[in-house]
């Protein structure tokens, strides 16, 4: 299928083709026919990646922040090699767009296969020929009213959220500044609200279209009287209501609201504008200013959009859900007339065009800017509808250990992971799998696999693939191991193993249910126990017979509650998500396994932290070495991410961020300077040699699976207030969940 991207670093746009979405739960596929162009939002992102990289730098100083910061933490090389990658990738564009559906999760039962929808979500509605996009993010579109109208019920949705936000009554005079197409729909709303309208742009051809659209009055804002025509206007009261639509990055707008807005009005601001308020005008007249964000309540709230969860009328009337039923409702009533708000419509295959008429390439005048796409012949559709089945497990012949396979293509994977495989002589870069098709195929390109996919059985029923990579989110992280394993596939997988007690007895019975001679090399990411210094750090202290004392310390950094890593069913939670690395390291660094263990937590817990963000653990080692793991998010990001002290046999080691290493002993201390390798190029070599020697193990197994136990057994310890054992017989049966 067809779908637009631009180039990160370069700002190219082509139509591109990838693999069809995936249909997954609690998402629609929908079958695209047109779709909008916001030309403030678009043409801002389009602008941007075509500057300059120090010109972006300037206009973006949160992101370099992070950048430097980054820097300090990890190392130039390791950031640099994340930039760059992260430029060189492709992006999707676009928000809003009208189609049919073609499949339906069971879960959802309102939509049904053939309604007509318009979509919305600058993550789900791209422009492409096909997407899949959560019930919340989706309306139903009546048969009255084309879909070439309905394609714009997101810009529409933006245009009544700045209305709400504003709450104008019935006879108030509302100033309108910017008529773009978000300016001219919020004319129509406010006229068929019953207020008197003004509108107010630069551009003369908006003008007469405002006009179009029901404003009462239409003001150039340089050529006319602008101020005194609106004080006449309202009878010397001034507007009740400034909304500015306009895109600029001049103060102007603001300032002019102001000015004309009356004592005690209010301002709402829409588009992206200077925001140096003027003190004095708005001071002396108390005025009231009101930001109005995207296209209504729920939009970037992780339980709203992507679980589906919708907020009771009674306690939030207008979602935006509900902003874009209403929008697509007064176009069916004809209050909303989009006929002549479509200047210009182009092909898929023609976007380019569009994009160099919003760019300023072109002198043309436009509001709304509308792609069309092609039918899908019966055959394809069929391919997008059909569910696909795990295959039955059929060993293939075929299959070589060395023809690899990948899921999950995001930034981890195609920074620490895919670049250590490339060039490697005996590999072969087979296939490639991700949710979204734009990103499988520029990986596909970028890296060299053979093919890109979003069908996860793709990759694990290929005839050739016998060692599959999965670096999806930790929720999906059992079944696609589960599934790799029962067809005897070498397995690379990041971590978690899993993110619940039930899986990994699973997953452990099925493993060791295979018999040896067949049984496939399960590895998780655990790269730490290969990074240099912990390797020396080791080293150090190999002739060192006695138990240790080992205090890791991990400044983790904030991370909301609606990260998904916070969440129980795709990320576990940090714990289970992230501890299980440094229970690895200590694991490594003594050649010993959890015996029994204590954890506490600040027992504090926020609209924003969880109390399991901040937390320490004891535990004791099989061989009798002792190790506290520290784990907070309550420091201060310039101090050291990872910082290991290790004791016993009177010597001594600290390792600070994988870039310097002391080791002292008899009074004498040896200093050691690390490039920040946290061991990703080393865990990948490991394994492919492990693949190449037939090889069963990189990592012990059975200290694998202790790992992701030990895990579920600190949250036993924080649920319990108590000191447990890690090494329980009962704990399959019956440990906590990670929830």
Same mark, same amino acid.
């Given at each position: 299928?067809?779908?637009?991207?631009?180039?990160?670093?370069?700002?190219?746009?082509?139509?591109?083709?990838?693999?069809?979405?995936?249909?997954?739960?609690?998402?629609?596929?929908?079958?695209?026919?047109?779709?909008?162009?916001?030309?403030?939002?678009?043409?801002?992102?389009?602008?941007?990646?075509?500057?300059?990289?120090?010109?972006?730098?300037?206009?973006?100083?949160?992101?370099?922040?992070?950048?430097?910061?980054?820097?300090?933490?990890?190392?130039?090389?390791?950031?640099?090699?994340?930039?760059?990658?992260?430029?060189?990738?492709?992006?999707?564009?676009?928000?809003?767009?009208?189609?049919?559906?073609?499949?339906?999760?069971?879960?959802?039962?309102?939509?049904?296969?053939?309604?007509?929808?318009?979509?919305?979500?600058?993550?789900?509605?791209?422009?492409?020929?096909?997407?899949?996009?959560?019930?919340?993010?989706?309306?139903?579109?009546?048969?009255?009213?084309?879909?070439?109208?309905?394609?714009?019920?997101?810009?529409?949705?933006?245009?009544?959220?700045?209305?709400?936000?504003?709450?104008?009554?019935?006879?108030?005079?509302?100033?309108?500044?910017?008529?773009?197409?978000?300016?001219?729909?919020?004319?129509?709303?406010?006229?068929?609200?019953?207020?008197?309208?003004?509108?107010?742009?630069?551009?003369?051809?908006?003008?007469?279209?405002?006009?179009?659209?029901?404003?009462?009055?239409?003001?150039?804002?340089?050529?006319?009287?602008?101020?005194?025509?609106?004080?006449?206007?309202?009878?010397?009261?001034?507007?009740?209501?400034?909304?500015?639509?306009?895109?600029?990055?001049?103060?102007?707008?603001?300032?002019?609201?102001?000015?004309?807005?009356?004592?005690?009005?209010?301002?709402?601001?829409?588009?992206?504008?200077?925001?140096?308020?003027?003190?004095?005008?708005?001071?002396?007249?108390?005025?009231?200013?009101?930001?109005?964000?995207?296209?209504?309540?729920?939009?970037?709230?992780?339980?709203?959009?992507?679980?589906?969860?919708?907020?009771?009328?009674?306690?939030?009337?207008?979602?935006?859900?509900?902003?874009?039923?209403?929008?697509?409702?007064?176009?069916?009533?004809?209050?909303?007339?989009?006929?002549?708000?479509?200047?210009?419509?182009?092909?898929?295959?023609?976007?380019?065009?569009?994009?160099?008429?919003?760019?300023?390439?072109?002198?043309?005048?436009?509001?709304?800017?509308?792609?069309?796409?092609?039918?899908?012949?019966?055959?394809?559709?069929?391919?997008?509808?059909?569910?696909?089945?795990?295959?039955?497990?059929?060993?293939?012949?075929?299959?070589?250990?060395?023809?690899?396979?990948?899921?999950?293509?995001?930034?981890?994977?195609?920074?620490?992971?895919?670049?250590?495989?490339?060039?490697?002589?005996?590999?072969?870069?087979?296939?490639?799998?991700?949710?979204?098709?734009?990103?499988?195929?520029?990986?596909?390109?970028?890296?060299?696999?053979?093919?890109?996919?979003?069908?996860?059985?793709?990759?694990?029923?290929?005839?050739?693939?016998?060692?599959?990579?999965?670096?999806?989110?930790?929720?999906?992280?059992?079944?696609?191991?589960?599934?790799?394993?029962?067809?005897?596939?070498?397995?690379?997988?990041?971590?978690?193993?899993?993110?619940?007690?039930?899986?990994?007895?699973?997953?452990?019975?099925?493993?060791?249910?295979?018999?040896?001679?067949?049984?496939?090399?399960?590895?998780?990411?655990?790269?730490?126990?290969?990074?240099?210094?912990?390797?020396?750090?080791?080293?150090?202290?190999?002739?060192?017979?006695?138990?240790?004392?080992?205090?890791?310390?991990?400044?983790?950094?904030?991370?909301?509650?609606?990260?998904?890593?916070?969440?129980?069913?795709?990320?576990?939670?940090?714990?289970?998500?992230?501890?299980?690395?440094?229970?690895?390291?200590?694991?490594?660094?003594?050649?010993?396994?959890?015996?029994?263990?204590?954890?506490?937590?600040?027992?504090?817990?926020?609209?924003?932290?969880?109390?399991?963000?901040?937390?320490?653990? @004891?535990?004791?080692?099989?061989?009798? $070495?002792?190790? /506290?793991? *520290?784990? #907070?998010?309550? +420091? %201060?990001? !310039?101090?050291?991410?990872?910082?290991?002290?290790?004791?016993?046999?009177?010597?001594?080691?600290?390792?600070?961020?994988?870039?310097?290493?002391?080791?002292?002993?008899?009074?004498?201390?040896?200093?050691?300077?690390?490039?920040?390798?946290?061991?990703?190029?080393?865990?990948?070599?490991?394994?492919?040699?492990?693949?190449?020697?037939?090889?069963?193990?990189?990592?012990?197994?059975?200290?694998?699976?202790?790992?992701?136990? @030990?895990?579920?057994?600190?949250?036993? $310890?924080?649920? /319990?207030? *108590?000191? #447990?054992?890690? +090494? %329980?017989? !009962?704990?399959?049966?019956?440990?906590?969940?990670?929830?």
């Amino acid at each position: 299928m067809k779908q637009l991207a631009q180039n990160i670093r370069t700002g190219e746009i082509t139509v591109v083709d990838v693999s069809v979405p995936r249909q997954e739960a609690g998402k629609i596929l929908v079958k695209v026919y047109s779709s909008a162009l916001s030309p403030g939002t678009e043409k801002t992102t389009i602008d941007n990646r075509r500057s300059s990289l120090l010109h972006r730098a300037r206009s973006q100083p949160d992101e370099v922040r992070k950048i430097v910061d980054e820097i300090r933490r990890t190392g130039f090389a390791t950031t640099y090699k994340r930039v760059r990658n992260k430029l060189e990738s492709a992006a999707a564009l676009g928000y809003s767009n009208a189609g049919i559906v073609l499949a339906v999760d069971p879960s959802i039962q309102d939509i049904e296969i053939g309604d007509r929808v318009a979509c919305a979500g600058a993550e789900y509605a791209f422009h492409s020929d096909v997407i899949a996009v959560p019930r919340n993010l989706l309306v139903k579109v009546p048969d009255s009213v084309p879909l070439d109208y309905a394609a714009f019920t997101t810009l529409g949705a933006i245009a009544m959220q700045g209305i709400r936000q504003t709450n104008p009554t019935l006879g108030e005079t509302i100033v309108v500044i910017g008529l773009g197409i978000i300016g001219q729909l919020t004319i129509q709303m406010l006229k068929a609200n019953g207020c008197k309208v003004i509108g107010i742009d630069i551009d003369p051809n908006t003008l007469v279209e405002a006009e179009k659209s029901g404003a009462d009055i239409v003001l150039h804002r340089n050529n006319d009287p602008v101020e005194s025509t609106i004080e006449s206007a309202t009878t010397g009261i001034g507007a009740d209501a400034v909304i500015i639509t306009a895109g600029t990055s001049s103060n102007d707008p603001v300032t002019l609201a102001g000015r004309v807005c009356r004592e005690r009005g209010r301002v709402t601001i829409v588009g992206a504008v200077g925001m140096d308020i003027p003190r004095s005008v708005y001071y002396q007249k108390e005025l009231e200013i009101r930001l109005s964000r995207s296209y209504g309540p729920g939009r970037y709230n992780v339980d709203y959009e992507k679980k589906g969860q919708d907020f009771p009328p009674a306690y939030v009337r207008w979602t935006m859900n509900r902003n874009m039923q209403a929008f697509v409702r007064l176009i069916a009533e004809g209050k909303v007339a989009m006929k002549d708000l479509i200047t210009h419509t182009f092909s898929i295959h023609d976007a380019e065009r569009a994009y160099e008429l919003i760019a300023g390439e072109k002198t043309e005048f436009y509001l709304g800017i509308l792609l069309q796409y092609e039918d899908l012949d019966r055959d394809e559709l069929l391919a997008i509808t059909e569910v696909t089945e795990s295959p039955p497990v059929v060993i293939s012949k075929a299959r070589s250990p060395l023809c690899i396979g990948f899921i999950g293509a995001g930034s981890f994977a195609t920074g620490y992971l895919i670049p250590h495989l490339q060039n490697v002589d005996d590999l072969t870069l087979e296939g490639v799998c991700n949710r979204t098709g734009l990103t499988a195929a520029d990986v596909r390109n970028k890296f060299g696999f053979i093919f890109s996919t979003t069908n996860e059985q793709d990759i694990l029923a290929h005839e050739r693939i016998g060692t599959v990579f999965i670096a999806t989110r930790h929720g999906s992280h059992f079944r696609l191991v589960k599934s790799a394993l029962e067809q005897k596939l070498n397995v690379f997988v990041e971590k978690p193993l899993a993110l619940h007690p039930q899986e990994l007895e699973e997953l452990e019975r099925l493993y060791y249910a295979i018999p040896e001679r067949t049984r496939p090399i399960l590895m998780v990411g655990y790269n730490r126990r290969f990074a240099p210094l912990v390797r020396e750090m080791k080293d150090f202290f190999r002739l060192i017979r006695e138990p240790k004392c080992i205090q890791y310390h991990v400044n983790a950094g904030f991370i909301p509650k609606d990260h998904w890593i916070q969440d129980p069913g795709e990320g576990g939670g940090r714990i289970v998500g992230e501890v299980c690395h440094f229970i690895d390291t200590v694991s490594f660094l003594t050649d010993e396994t959890p015996e029994r263990l204590h954890a506490e937590c600040i027992a504090t817990e926020t609209t924003t932290v969880t109390p399991y963000d901040n937390m320490a653990v @004891t535990m004791r080692m099989s061989g009798g $070495s002792v190790v /506290t793991i *520290s784990y #907070v998010a309550n +420091n %201060d990001r !310039s101090m050291p991410k990872e910082t290991i002290t290790m004791s016993g046999g009177n010597s001594s080691a600290i390792m600070n961020n994988f870039s310097s290493l002391v080791l002292a002993r008899d009074m004498k201390q040896t200093k050691k300077r690390g490039k920040g390798d946290k061991g990703h190029k080393a865990e990948i070599q490991a394994f492919i040699s492990a693949i190449r020697e037939k090889r069963r193990e990189i990592i012990p197994v059975k200290d694998i699976f202790i790992t992701s136990q @030990t895990t579920f057994k600190i949250l036993e $310890s924080l649920n /319990t207030k *108590s000191t #447990v054992l890690v +090494n %329980d017989p !009962s704990y399959l049966s019956t440990g906590s969940s990670a929830t």
